[in-house]
């Protein structure tokens, strides 16, 4: 620009400045704000948004906040936006205290929230444990005259599903259709794992039936919360009939999935099943990990064989060719 004899102006720096944010390009976002007075160009809301949100995007919590709280000083007032980049660094860093507290400022600043605010505060309460602020949160939007969408409901879900509170998951899940939102595979996933995490096998069940009836296609988070379910509640034959339809539905199993089901089958007594499952990674290239083996030598030792735990334990190629002479059921 300056060989072309084109001098910058806010316009440009805040098309510079927006391009380091979406690049993730923090660093280069604030090097450009702190040039624009040496440029003669003042910096204005958009400018100092745009830094907020690089920061905000590269995990720079203080930063952020700081030039948020700097803004009056440069005769720029934070607006909706700046708020916004600023209780989402708080959320991606876990401080639902200051999402909370930015949150509170806003009205004191004349600042109106949005859904987008809202669902940064809950999500950070979400990411904090705190269920029962995102809930709260959740139920003053109404009245600040802000709509939930299904960001608002999935993170609110999500919040109860790690509080252990599924009925309140269930109810929030079901209120959706009523208020116009309509629940994607995120908010089942929550929703299954929360029932998963209180061991509800009977409801993580009968949500992951009515999936297709809502046009929502399980995935392998889907079946992994509900194998997992299944396995809390004993219930080792239907984790290993989900873990079969599972490849019917274009679902492929992971090691998560395999780990849930050799749990089931350790709870039930299944050594065999267990055994077959373990051999059968490979074959989906799927590399067992050390909680595969715990489980699968588990098994195998309350069940008295304990030689097939130690040839586990050992390193043995394949434990499975002593178990196959004993006969050994399939899993599919």
């Excluded at 203080?62 to 030039?67: F, R």
């Excluded at 809950?122 to 995102?134: D, M, N, P, V």
């Excluded at 195998?300 to 043995?316: D, F, H, I, P």
């Amino acid at each position: 620009m300056p060989e072309a004899r084109v001098v910058p102006n806010e316009i440009t720096f805040s098309a510079f400045i927006s391009a380091c944010e979406k690049g993730g390009q923090w660093e280069q976002a604030l090097n450009l704000l702190s040039l624009m007075p040496v440029a003669r160009v003042v910096p204005n809301e958009i400018t100092h948004n745009a830094a907020i949100s690089a920061c905000s995007k590269g995990g720079q919590l203080q930063l952020a906040l700081n030039l948020s709280s700097l803004m009056p000083e440069a005769r720029v007032m934070p607006n909706e936006i700046s708020y916004n980049a600023a209780i989402s660094a708080c959320e991606k860093a876990g401080h639902w205290q200051q999402a909370l507290n930015l949150l509170s400022l806003m009205p004191v600043e004349s600042v109106v929230p949005n859904e987008i605010t809202y669902n940064a505060a809950i999500s950070a309460c979400e990411k904090g444990g705190q269920w029962q602020l995102a809930l709260n949160l959740l139920s003053l939007m109404p009245e600040a005259r802000v709509v939930p969408d299904e960001i608002t409901y999935n993170a609110a879900i999500s919040a109860c599903e790690k509080g252990f509170q599924w009925q309140p998951a269930l109810s929030l899940l079901s209120r959706m259709p009523q208020n116009g939102v309509v629940p994607n595979e995120i908010t089942y996933n929550a929703a299954i794992s929360a029932c998963e995490n209180s061991g509800q096998w009977q409801l993580a069940m009968n949500l992951l039936s009515r999936m297709p009836d809502a046009s929502v296609l399980p995935n392998e988070i889907t079946y992994n919360s509900a194998i997992s379910a299944c396995e809390k509640g004993g219930q080792w034959r239907l984790a290993l009939g989900l873990l079969s339809s599972m490849i019917g539905m274009s679902v492929f199993p992971d090691e998560v999935s395999f780990n849930a089901a050799i749990r089931a089958c350790e709870k039930g007594g299944q050594w065999q099943l267990a055994l077959n499952l373990l051999s059968s990674m490979p074959d989906m290239r799927l590399t067992p990990d050390v909680l595969t083996y715990s489980s699968a030598m588990s098994a195998c030792e309350k069940e008295g064989q304990c030689q097939l735990a130690v040839s586990l334990l050992s390193g043995v190629p394949d434990p499975l060719l002593v178990a196959r002479k004993k006969g050994s059921g399939s899993w599919r």
